[in-house]
């Protein structure tokens, strides 16, 4: 063979390799998916590599074409797609792009993005001719090359003193996928906010973030399906949750120090010579109960007619009324029921008024106290305390998607979810995330509301997929934001 028919040879192996390279570099389409909510309908796909794509809508609105690139899809399954805002969907192959058409009913908008490890493309269809601007905070991720301290550890920096991670790996049950955030606490801050600004409101974790214009935030106290928060919380010092059981809780001060401990409350109202205990701080008044109302709640208790209600301002009872008595700025309504409402049956106008809240010293002082638990990593060790704090099993027991809040050794935060119940991730145990959140630096940390609650958003876009297909509106979520 000669010289040049062995180089023509040779380049001709080189070429077909490259071709063959290029194939299996294709953003391969594994899946498409779709899940409709309440505020959205989303469809999914999962991709074996990073897409390039680009999205058109019709003029008249109502057709949304999907283009996405250097695809191969031959063995991808055409899901129908039919649901109140998508009327149909349509696949075509043409040289290597896949071409989505999906038919929009008569007024909705649409949002597009991509999520890497695993790769992901989401289209968001919602309500609304006009598509909503809320103003998101700039991060500009860039991908750490050295400081990676583990296989499957995708880190990047995605502003000063805030890091990303995402983490992918594989055990005997299957692939568990992870998202966390690490925040300096010198540059970033902690609050708690209740969904719709209130108790009790739901609202869901993005559209927390969107309305605090927060850096990120995740999912935080359990609730009631009402939004009630269930737990002991405090917002500017002031009490909005409450529960009978000593859980744990973390506490954030204003120089943004924390507190990681037990947390209970109790305590006892008097009015004139009358006293009665506590039962509850921003709830649902039950029978032969008393239930303390503040601003959290709203203007008014909202309460039927079957008890009685005293204002109490400087304390002194400023009024008197059934139900649904409003609530002073400055002060609080206490509600009574049954044998309650008999015992200060004989309070007037004008009577003196003690509220005595008993809550252990460490949190006294403490204006954000957020009450949720187990307690997971307490002073750099790994203790799950879900059977002394009285857990049920749907918490304390198997694997579940689930969100935790924690402190490094430096102080500096720490937000985090596992997804769980899905193919890309099949959640972790109490004690399994424990050990990963203290692998990651977790100094101390306390377990949050888990399940279709957990979800972490940073710059305004959901990290993770909520187990229950869509958003679950939360009745609170921590907020980070820049100082």
Same mark, same amino acid.
């Given at each position: 063979?000669?010289?040049?028919?062995?180089?023509?040879?040779?380049?001709?192996?080189?070429?077909?390799?490259?071709?063959?390279?290029?194939?299996?570099?294709?953003?391969?389409?594994?899946?498409?998916?779709?899940?409709?909510?309440?505020?959205?309908?989303?469809?999914?796909?999962?991709?074996?590599?990073?897409?390039?794509?680009?999205?058109?809508?019709?003029?008249?609105?109502?057709?949304?074409?999907?283009?996405?690139?250097?695809?191969?899809?031959?063995?991808?399954?055409?899901?129908?797609?039919?649901?109140?805002?998508?009327?149909?969907?349509?696949?075509?192959?043409?040289?290597?792009?896949?071409?989505?058409?999906?038919?929009?009913?008569?007024?909705?908008?649409?949002?597009?993005?991509?999520?890497?490890?695993?790769?992901?493309?989401?289209?968001?269809?919602?309500?609304?001719?006009?598509?909503?601007?809320?103003?998101?905070?700039?991060?500009?991720?860039?991908?750490?090359?050295?400081?990676?301290?583990?296989?499957?550890?995708?880190?990047?920096?995605?502003?000063?003193?805030?890091?990303?991670?995402?983490?992918?790996?594989?055990?005997?049950?299957?692939?568990?996928?992870?998202?966390?955030?690490?925040?300096?606490?010198?540059?970033?801050?902690?609050?708690?906010?209740?969904?719709?600004?209130?108790?009790?409101?739901?609202?869901?974790?993005?559209?927390?973030?969107?309305?605090?214009?927060?850096?990120?935030?995740?999912?935080?106290?359990?609730?009631?399906?009402?939004?009630?928060?269930?737990?002991?919380?405090?917002?500017?010092?002031?009490?909005?949750?409450?529960?009978?059981?000593?859980?744990?809780?973390?506490?954030?001060?204003?120089?943004?120090?924390?507190?990681?401990?037990?947390?209970?409350?109790?305590?006892?109202?008097?009015?004139?010579?009358?006293?009665?205990?506590? *039962?509850? #701080?921003?709830?649902? +008044?039950?029978? %032969? !109960?008393?239930?303390?109302? &503040?601003?959290?709640?709203? @203007?008014?208790? =909202?309460?039927?007619?079957?008890?009685?209600?005293?204002?109490?301002?400087? *304390?002194? #009872?400023?009024?008197? +009324?059934?139900? %649904? !008595?409003?609530?002073?700025? &400055?002060?609080?309504?206490? @509600?009574?029921? =049954?044998?309650?409402?008999?015992?200060?049956?004989?309070?007037?106008?004008?009577?003196?008024?003690?509220?005595?809240?008993?809550?252990?010293?460490?949190?006294?002082?403490?204006?954000?106290?957020?009450?949720?638990?187990?307690?997971?990593?307490?002073?750099?060790?790994?203790?799950?305390?879900?059977?002394?704090?009285?857990?049920?099993?749907?918490?304390?027991?198997?694997?579940?998607?689930?969100?935790?809040?924690?402190?490094?050794?430096?102080?500096?935060?720490?937000?985090?979810?596992?997804?769980?119940?899905?193919?890309?991730?099949?959640?972790?145990?109490?004690?399994?995330?424990?050990?990963?959140?203290?692998?990651?630096?977790?100094?101390?940390?306390?377990?949050?509301?888990?399940?279709?609650?957990?979800?972490?958003?940073?710059?305004?876009?959901?990290?993770?997929?909520?187990?229950?297909?869509?958003?679950?509106?939360?009745?609170?979520?921590?907020?980070?934001?820049?100082?």
């Amino acid at each position: 063979m000669s010289k040049n028919l062995r180089r023509a040879f040779c380049f001709a192996v080189i070429l077909l390799f490259a071709l063959q390279s290029a194939v299996l570099a294709a953003a391969n389409v594994k899946a498409v998916r779709f899940s409709s909510g309440a505020q959205h309908d989303r469809v999914v796909f999962d991709l074996a590599a990073s897409p390039r794509y680009r999205t058109l809508l019709a003029k008249d609105g109502r057709t949304l074409t999907i283009d996405i690139a250097d695809t191969a899809a031959k063995t991808m399954k055409r899901t129908p797609i039919h649901t109140r805002r998508i009327e149909s969907a349509s696949y075509d192959e043409q040289q290597g792009h896949l071409i989505v058409t999906l038919k929009l009913r008569e007024g909705m908008h649409f949002e597009a993005r991509t999520l890497q490890h695993p790769d992901r493309l989401f289209v968001d269809i919602l309500d609304g001719a006009e598509k909503p601007a809320p103003q998101k905070p700039v991060l500009k991720p860039v991908p750490r090359t050295e400081g990676t301290t583990f296989d499957g550890d995708f880190v990047e920096d995605l502003a000063p003193g805030l890091t990303r991670h995402t983490y992918v790996y594989w055990d005997e049950r299957g692939q568990v996928s992870v998202w966390l955030i690490e925040a300096d606490r010198n540059r970033y801050a902690l609050s708690l906010e209740l969904g719709k600004g209130k108790v009790p409101g739901r609202e869901t974790v993005s559209s927390l973030s969107d309305r605090k214009n927060a850096v990120a935030a995740i999912n935080a106290t359990y609730f009631a399906p009402s939004g009630d928060i269930i737990g002991v919380a405090k917002i500017d010092g002031r009490i909005v949750g409450t529960t009978y059981y000593r859980r744990s809780a973390m506490g954030i001060y204003p120089d943004g120090s924390t507190v990681f401990g037990k947390i209970s409350y109790d305590g006892t109202v008097k009015l004139g010579g009358a006293a009665w205990p506590i *039962g509850g #701080v921003d709830c649902e +008044r039950g029978t %032969d !109960s008393l239930v303390i109302y &503040n601003r959290a709640y709203g @203007s008014t208790t =909202g309460t039927n007619a079957y008890g009685q209600e005293y204002t109490v301002v400087n *304390g002194r #009872v400023t009024a008197i +009324r059934a139900s %649904d !008595s409003p609530i002073p700025e &400055n002060g609080v309504v206490v @509600s009574v029921h =049954g044998a309650a409402a008999d015992a200060f049956a004989g309070v007037k106008v004008g009577a003196t008024a003690e509220i005595d809240e008993n809550i252990e010293r460490i949190w006294r002082d403490v204006p954000t106290v957020i009450g949720a638990g187990p307690r997971l990593v307490e002073d750099g060790r790994v203790h799950v305390t879900a059977d002394e704090e009285s857990f049920p099993s749907d918490i304390r027991d198997g694997r579940a998607p689930r969100s935790a809040i924690g402190v490094t050794a430096d102080g500096n935060y720490i937000l985090a979810v596992v997804d769980g119940r899905q193919s890309h991730s099949v959640g972790l145990t109490l004690t399994a995330w424990a050990e990963l959140l203290k692998k990651f630096g977790a100094y101390n940390a306390i377990n949050l509301d888990g399940g279709g609650s957990s979800e972490l958003v940073v710059g305004g876009e959901i990290q993770n997929e909520p187990s229950d297909g869509s958003e679950r509106p939360v009745g609170s979520a921590v907020i980070l934001t820049a100082k």
